[in-house]
């Protein structure tokens, strides 16, 4: 099983970007899929959870700003970013608890994805 992120940039305060994260491999079902960022100096911190079921969750730094949704038929987690911050500016890992062939669960990990807010 593979996370595949992709969606990072540069953007000036204020904007939005869209952030992906696909799965791909023998997987059975994906449990919470999460994204996760770590500044330069910081500790990784969770973003945003969705469960299977939808229901979502969010770090009071981010709540009314970001929304995590999920496509449970592509296997792909998003988050849409808006109204960013130079705060923000961060690597994003996306995660995902994964039920592969197998029928075992484990963690996964993406690959880190950039993510700059500067004017």
């Known amino acids: 099983v593979q996370l595949q992120a992709s969606g990072g940039g540069l953007v000036q305060p204020g904007g939005s970007l869209r952030l992906s994260c696909a799965a791909s491999?023998?997987?059975?079902?994906?449990?919470?899929m999460d994204w996760y960022r770590q500044a330069p100096g910081k500790q990784r911190e969770l973003v945003a959870t969705i469960t299977l079921g939808g229901s979502t969750n969010y770090a009071d730094s981010v709540k009314g700003r970001f929304t995590i949704s999920r496509d449970n038929a592509k296997n792909t987690v998003y988050l849409q970013m808006n109204s960013l911050k130079p705060e923000d500016t961060a690597v994003y890992y996306c995660h995902a608890d994964v039920r592969s062939s197998d029928y075992y669960l484990r963690s996964y990990w993406g690959q880190g994805t950039q993510v700059t807010v500067s004017s």
């Open positions: 491999g023998s997987i059975v079902s994906i449990n919470a």
